[in-house]
Each structure stands twice: as structure tokens, then as C-alpha cells.
T-cell receptor, first 114, second 109 residues
Framework: GAVVSQHPSWVICKSGTSVKIECRSL??????MFWYRQFPKQSLMLMAT?????????EQGVEKDKFLINHASLTLSTLTVTSAHPEDSSFYIC??????????FGQGTRLTVV | GQNIDQPTEMTATEGAIVQINCTYQ??????LFWYQQHAGEAPTFLSY??LDGLEEKGRFSSFLSRSKGYSYLLLKELQMKDSASYLC??????????WGAGTKLIIKP
């Protein structure tokens, strides 16, 4: 199956700093990439949808100035958590699709803000 | 509104068969997915159904009835490693995935 690589797998950062998470589709062109957040023992929550070359569409309640998403190419999307705070600590997962096909997930990034 | 329902938790015995149900109400339908997620890991793809009927893939099978808004995931010959959460997701008319809350499956020896 198709491969989506997400980096880093885990990161610890100080409160107030910014963290960038990369999501790459390695063997296909991802027309759409999705960013999810998952708190412990909860379901995946969609944060935003990004299409290559256009601005991301954020879900209600997700601050677009805090969670910056860039989908500069058909193989790369980045999520930057700006001015991170402890409540932003979570598991962030990206997924990519090529049209109406199954979504392929990255490995996820565990963010801990101290 | 859009809604995906699946049981919160199920328990089964090693070697047995278990069926996890999923019902959905979405704006449009472009397929239903089942994913397996082990604690602390990203979900992994199990199956995709877009037409009515049963799709079999090894020990796992998935069934879809679009008219009833219903799907199930059938796991046979359960192994301890099958203990995980199983997520049902529907792709709506905008090609966005609507997620169920997941079913935690506990396998006992």
C-alpha cells in the first residue's frame, strides 16, 4: 500500500515555542491531506483539510492562527503548532488521499509541551 | 447532522469470532472504511466498502448495506494481538472522512 511518512514521531517542547510536524506521501501524489488530533482514549478529531496549493479548511473550534497548515506540494504538508501550551499536548496524525480512495495515515506525532 | 455509531467496547475470547457493527447517517456516501488502532499508534487500514455486500480479506471481513446505513467488521480466529480499537469511518459527498468513536475490543485467553 501507499506510504505516508510523518516526522517527528515524538517531540517535547517548552511552553511558548513552536513545533513543526511534516507529513509526506512517499509514493503517490496526495491531492488532499488531513490533520487529526487525538487525546487519550478519545476518537480522532479532524482539525483541518488541506488541498495542494490552496488554504486549509479548518474545523470549527480549531484556531487557524495557532495551527498553521501548509500544503506546498502534492507530497508534503506541514502543521506548525505555534506558541504551544501544555493543553496542546496530544497525538497528531496526518492522512493523505488521492481522490476518492482510502486514506493513508502517517505514523503520528506525540507532542508533549512542558 | 452526520453521525456514526458503533459500540464503545466489546469482549471476546481467543479463537472465537466477533462482529463489530457500525451504523451511519451522512450527507452523501463515497465509501466506508474500517481501521485498526493499537494504543498510541496511528490507525491502519483494514477494509473499504463502497458497494453492498461482503468483502473478505483473510481473517477479517467487512459487510455493507447502503440502504440500511449499516456495516459490520467480522474478525475470525481471534488472536491476542487483535486487541485494539476498531474505527468505522464514512467518506461523505465532500470526500471527507466522518469518524466513529471506535470500538475497543478486548480479547481474553
Amino acid at each position: 500500500g501507499a506510504v505516508v511518512s510523518q516526522h517527528p514521531s515524538w517531540v517535547i517542547c517548552k511552553s511558548g515555542t513552536s513545533v513543526k510536524i511534516e507529513c509526506r506521501s512517499l509514493d503517490f501524489q496526495a491531492t488532499t491531506m488531513f490533520w487529526y488530533r487525538q487525546f487519550p482514549k478519545q476518537s480522532l478529531m479532524l482539525m483541518a483539510t488541506s488541498n495542494e496549493g490552496s488554504k486549509a479548511t479548518y474545523e470549527q473550534g480549531v484556531e487557524k492562527d495557532k495551527f498553521l497548515i501548509n500544503h506546498a506540494s502534492l507530497t508534503l504538508s506541514t502543521l506548525t503548532v505555534t506558541s504551544a501550551h501544555p493543553e496542546d499536548s496530544s497525538f497528531y496524525i496526518c492522512s493523505a488521499t488521492q481522490g476518492a480512495t482510502e486514506a493513508f495515515f502517517g505514523q503520528g506525532t506525540r507532542l508533549t509541551v512542558v | 447532522g452526520q453521525n456514526i455509531d458503533q459500540p464503545t467496547e466489546m469482549t471476546a475470547t481467543e479463537g472465537a469470532i466477533v462482529q463489530i457493527n457500525c451504523t451511519y447517517q451522512t450527507s452523501g456516501f463515497n465509501g466506508l472504511f474500517w481501521y485498526q488502532q493499537h494504543a498510541g499508534e496511528a490507525p491502519t487500514f483494514l477494509s473499504y466498502n463502497v458497494l453492498d455486500g461482503l468483502e473478505e480479506k483473510g481473517r477479517f471481513s467487512s459487510f455493507l448495506s447502503r440502504s440500511k446505513g449499516y456495516s459490520y467488521l467480522l474478525l475470525k480466529e481471534l488472536q491476542m494481538k487483535d486487541s485494539a480499537s476498531y474505527l468505522c469511518a464514512v467518506m461523505d459527498s465532500n470526500y471527507q472522512l466522518i469518524w466513529g468513536a471506535g470500538t475497543k475490543l478486548i480479547i481474553k485467553p
